[in-house]
């Protein structure tokens, strides 16, 4: 039982690359979610699925896009990355709202 | 507005003793939940306690207990007893509607010997 798993752990893109992070969760949770922490601000959250099939945006979902690919797998692309996305990216689970959230270990992303 | 505001960049306390950290929130949503997750330097979040808006007690899980003062828009976090264990980030959050969460920018304990 692993919980949640991201990957990668550590990424560096150049401006204008594309890339896109993986997270899968093998509590057979429905509800999944993508969060970014950049120092002083917390976590603040990109996108979320409330089930296999749908997802809804979150607080800063500019730049993103997201995939729910099955009830395990929730994945986050970037386009054509920007330095402002340099990051950590989290990505959490939950069987449904209200908690606990499960996270992953994080993605550590630098965009030069 | 901020959603979740948390004052206390940085808190100190004596192994052993009790320490509150400081959360309020802001919401018009008559149904929410209020969180506190702890974030060691290795970076894990972690879940600690869970308030619904409508719990009538407040939360406790072991040596956490969380203080809800609905009226005042608060959310302190106590942890008893505290060990050295418990150095680390705290984030209080709010989940508002389904799905939407948010985060305040966080406390940093550090627990002394």
């Known amino acids: 039982n692993a919980g949640v798993t991201q990957t990668p752990k550590f990424q560096v893109l150049k401006t204008g690359q594309s890339m896109t992070l993986q997270c899968a969760q093998d509590?057979?949770?429905?509800?999944m979610y993508w969060y970014r922490q950049d120092p002083g601000m917390g976590l603040r959250l990109i996108y979320y699925?409330?089930?296999?099939?749908?997802?809804d945006k979150g607080e800063v979902p500019n730049g993103y896009n997201v995939s729910r690919l099955n009830k395990r797998e929730f994945s986050l692309r970037l386009e054509s990355a920007a330095p402002s996305q340099t990051s950590v990216y989290f990505c959490?689970?939950?069987?449904?709202?209200?908690?606990?959230?499960?996270f992953g270990p994080g993605t550590r992303l630098t965009v030069t | 507005a901020q959603k979740i505001t948390q004052t206390q960049p940085g808190m100190f306390v004596q192994e052993k003793e009790a320490v509150t950290l400081d959360c309020t929130y802001d919401?018009?949503?008559?149904?929410?939940?209020l969180f506190w997750y702890k974030q060691p330097s290795s970076g894990e979040m972690i879940f600690l306690i869970y308030?619904?808006?409508?719990?009538?007690q407040n939360a406790t899980e072991g040596r956490y207990s969380l203080n809800f003062q609905k009226a005042r828009k608060s959310a302190n976090l106590v942890i008893s007893a505290s060990q050295l264990g418990d150095s680390a980030m705290y984030f209080c959050?709010?989940?508002?509607?389904?799905?939407?969460?948010?985060f305040g920018t966080g406390t940093s304990l550090t627990v002394i010997p």
């Open positions: 959490a689970s939950s069987y449904d709202s209200p908690p606990p959230q499960y």
């Open positions: 509590m057979n949770h429905n509800s």
């Open positions: 699925s409330a089930s296999e099939g749908t997802t």
């Open positions: 919401t018009s949503d008559p149904s929410y939940g």
């Open positions: 308030q619904g808006s409508y719990d009538q």
């Open positions: 959050a709010m989940r508002e509607g389904w799905n939407q969460f948010y």
